[in-house]
């Protein structure tokens, strides 16, 4: 695995996600499952911090599936990525949907030195179980914040059932992800989570579990089962 220190980004990750870049919309492909998550996390995000009307930032944006859903809510949104190919996805898809969104191909820690407290909202979703630094990530887009702003976080818990169900049970047996996807080693407990945010100086007010039925292949929000995703939400003070 190749990995760069210095701009906290694992070039394997991006390689992984800038191959599969074309079937980015395709919810019938190997994204299927952030497709179907999408609706239960752009709901989580608008209940906790309206977004018609917000400056909001997605970290990790990818091809712009949730930052696409944000901008429909109202909000004016900026998608930040290390990967060239998915972000070509996302601005092409903008012509297809009408929406604007400001796609910058860059690594948060720089973005943040430049755009230092412009943001209502930040989200970073799926994204800090693939890069070296997680708490890097974390104290940039408490960085990114105004005052009194909201980051959300979505990730994987670290330990045997996630491993169950988010590896072996998805990337194996269901066939719902590409092997290879996940690392267990990179998952993070919600108490290491609230860490990070705790020493960027964010205050954690919400964690929220997402629950999969593989028998209904539904997901839904679970405030009292965080055991494998979750979602996290913490303010600026």
């Not at 070039?11 to 980015?24: C, D």
């Not at 092997?179 to 964690?207: I, N, Q, W």
């Amino acid at each position: 695995m190749s990995t760069t220190t210095a701009d906290n980004v694992d070039q394997a990750e991006v390689k992984k996600f800038e191959e599969l870049a074309s079937r980015w919309w395709d919810p019938q492909s190997e994204f299927k499952p952030l497709h179907d998550i999408n609706p239960l996390r752009l709901d989580y995000i608008d209940s906790a911090a309206p977004l018609a009307g917000k400056q909001v930032l997605d970290v990790g944006c990818g091809g712009g599936i949730l930052s696409e859903s944000m901008a429909a809510r109202g909000a004016h949104v900026t998608g930040i990525d290390a990967g060239k190919a998915p972000l070509e996805v996302a601005r092409l898809h903008l012509l297809e949907s009408g929406l604007e969104v400001d796609y910058q191909q860059v690594m948060v820690e720089k973005f943040a030195d430049e755009r230092l407290a412009t943001f209502d909202v930040v989200t970073c979703m799926e994204m800090l179980e693939h890069v070296p630094d997680p708490s890097s990530v974390v104290a940039s887009c408490a960085k990114l914040l105004k005052p009194g702003g909201t980051l959300f976080l979505s990730t994987i818990n670290r330990n045997p059932k996630a491993w169950l169900m988010a590896v072996v049970g998805a990337e194996y047996i269901l066939n719902m992800l590409p092997k290879g996807t996940h690392e267990y080693r990179k998952f993070m407990r919600p108490s290491e989570l609230e860490e990070c945010c705790r020493l960027a100086g964010l205050g954690v007010t919400d964690l929220t579990g997402m629950t999969y039925n593989p028998l209904a292949r539904t997901y839904k929000l679970n405030p009292c089962d965080f055991d494998v995703n979750y979602l996290m939400t913490a303010v600026k003070p």
